[in-house]
């Protein structure tokens, strides 16, 4: 089975790193990232986050009038390759 990666998908670029901040303050595993592209979602900023914490972060984000437009899971698709130069 494919490994999946969750995403938290935000209006814009404040919002993203708003809500990347609060939740690194609160404890919680997050990496902000570029959206990826077949999220379709126009910010380019996405935070990526474990799966086990989606409510907890929903409920932390609208008690901080965070809006979040969406939580999105995919496969992992990482390129082995990228960032090589040589």
């Known amino acids: 089975m494919k490994e999946l990666r969750n995403y938290i998908l935000l209006g814009d670029s404040a919002s993203a790193t708003k809500l990347y901040y609060l939740l690194k303050d609160n404890g919680f595993e997050v990496t902000i ?3 990826p592209r077949n999220a ?47």
């Open 33 to 35: 990232a570029p959206t």
């Open 40 to 86: 379709d979602h126009c910010c380019g900023l996405c935070i990526i986050f474990e799966a086990q914490d989606k409510e907890k972060i929903a409920m932390l984000a609208e008690k901080n009038s965070i809006k979040i437009d969406r939580f999105w899971e995919d496969i992992v698709r990482d390129d082995p390759n990228r960032m090589r130069f040589c």
